[in-house]
């Protein structure tokens, strides 16, 4: 089991920008591919982002896709995502999430192959 541990969520004006880190521990971080996640109120929890276990693969919902980068430095156990240009519409609670699976080929955004999530991290981005 992993746990997971987000952090650097917050009140934003738009087209500003936020990093979120998210600090892994308990299992061999690197063997597994790392998502985003967000929720917002009302809505479904969505895929943001996943990057893949060696770094080498990476998806992005079309929503965020050319204003967020997920990044990963497996010496640290922490996987990033780096926001910018924020929108009103990107507030929600942001949530990491380790794969289930080891050394998936490629990645994979469908929310049911992903365990461990961690506590979310609120980002509100004000008009």
């Known amino acids: 089991q992993v746990q997971l541990v987000e952090s650097g969520g917050g009140l934003v004006q738009a087209g500003g920008s936020l990093r979120l880190s998210c600090a892994a521990s308990?299992?061999?971080?690197?063997?597994?591919?790392m998502g985003w996640f967000r929720q917002a109120p009302g809505k479904e929890r969505e895929s943001v982002a996943v990057?893949?276990?060696?770094?080498?693969?990476?998806y992005y919902a079309d929503s965020v896709k050319g204003r967020f980068t997920i990044s990963r430095d497996n010496a640290k156990n922490t996987v990033y995502l780096q926001m910018n240009s924020l929108k009103p519409e990107d507030t929600a609670v942001y949530y990491c999430?380790?794969?289930?699976?080891?050394?998936?080929?490629?990645?994979?955004?469908?929310?049911?192959?992903?365990?461990?999530w961690g506590q979310g991290s609120q980002v509100t981005v004000s008009s």
């Open positions: 308990g299992r061999t971080f690197s063997r597994y591919a």
């Open positions: 990057i893949s276990w060696n770094g080498g693969s990476a």
């Open positions: 999430a380790a794969d289930r699976e080891a050394w998936r080929a490629g990645v994979t955004a469908s929310l049911r192959h992903f365990g461990s």
